[in-house]
């Protein structure tokens, strides 16, 4: 198994970047939160699950060891793929994540795309005992300074997608007129992919 890749990030795309790795240029799937992190030309490593298939070998990449772990145990579930996963990741933290089966918060796992009611119930059953507890929030977390970072994240990250700083900005700010309090943490990626949406294919 592949357990991380090190080297050049060649090319970071919507859904996945190319890192390089000895000469060798490693497809690796990824969330784009995960992707928000990478620059073309900085060197970066990748904690990764390499998924075997009969036709294919799919490398999937993660920031951390924590948010690797919970895609694998999220897999564990009947009718749960890397596919679906990876997507669950996209729309929730890791925390996020075990919050919501911890809480039995069905429509939370509901936003995940390819996701209905019994599939939620689903995930809630088979993992409540599985995938651990969320970290609690520190009280008096500066939580308005923080959410300033999301939204900037989201904004460096279209910046690293290739649009201008201002472009970025712009699209943020016309996804998030008129939603009411900060930028949860497990809305970066929806953010994100309505930025992406708003921005359609070209660059600024």
């Not at 500066?142 to 939204?151: E, I, K, V």
């Amino acid at each position: 198994m592949i357990a991380s890749v090190s080297g050049t990030v060649r090319a970071v795309r919507l859904d996945a970047a190319v890192v390089e790795v000895g000469g060798v240029g490693m497809l690796v799937q990824a969330t784009p939160a995960t992707l928000a992190g990478l620059r073309v030309g900085a060197s970066a490593t990748l904690h990764t699950s390499l998924v075997v298939r009969e036709d294919s070998l799919t490398l999937f990449g993660f920031a951390d060891d924590d948010e690797r772990e919970v895609f694998e145990v999220v897999q564990t579930v009947s009718g749960v793929g890397p596919r679906l996963a990876l997507a669950m990741l996209a729309v929730h933290t890791p925390d996020g994540l075990r919050r919501a089966v911890v809480d039995e918060d069905l429509k939370a796992l509901e936003r995940v795309p390819g996701i209905g009611r019994k599939g939620a119930q689903r995930i809630v059953l088979e993992l409540k005992d599985r995938i651990g507890a969320p970290v609690p929030v520190a009280a008096g977390a500066p939580a308005s300074a923080a959410a300033g970072d999301r939204r900037d994240q989201v904004v460096e990250a279209l910046v690293g997608l290739g649009w201008s700083a201002k472009v970025a900005d712009d699209a943020v700010t016309g996804v998030l007129d008129g939603v009411e309090g900060p930028v949860g943490a497990d809305e970066v990626a929806g953010v994100l992919r309505a930025a992406l949406r708003t921005l359609g294919g070209g660059r600024g």
